[in-house]
Nanobody, 120 residues
């Protein structure tokens, strides 16, 4: 079973930075897509950033210019660099490896989530 282990969350003040890491127990080299999502209690989980093959990364509008998704295929790790954090970014952030299709089936793996809290 593939495991994704996240780290880097915590409590910071508005305007500060954090870098989240997601280490995969399997090689990520052959996976086109890696993503970061976040969820606030009582709300739907939302996609924050996606890196897909050779395409430019895509980002949720409200974090464009402040967050950067980076993958390191050598270390089987991908990151979410978060700068100029705002209190509305407080959430549990989760990494996702995939999705990836094999025939009619879709595969993906999720990290356990890491809490990010931004104080005003």
């Amino acid at each position: 079973q593939v495991q994704l282990v996240e780290s880097g969350g915590g409590l910071v003040q508005a305007g500060e930075s954090l870098r989240l890491s997601c280490v995969s127990s399997t090689s990520i080299f052959s996976w086109d897509t890696v993503e970061w999502h976040r969820q606030v209690p009582g709300e739907q989980r939302e996609l924050v950033a996606r890196s897909e093959g050779d395409h430019d990364p895509t980002y949720k509008d409200s974090i464009k210019g402040r967050f950067t998704i980076v993958r390191d295929n050598v270390r089987d790790t991908f990151y979410l660099q978060m700068d100029n954090l705002r209190p509305d970014g407080t959430a549990v952030y989760s990494c996702r490896l995939g999705p990836r299709k094999y025939g009619s089936r879709t595969f993906d793996f999720w990290g356990q989530g890491t809490q990010v809290t931004i104080s005003a």
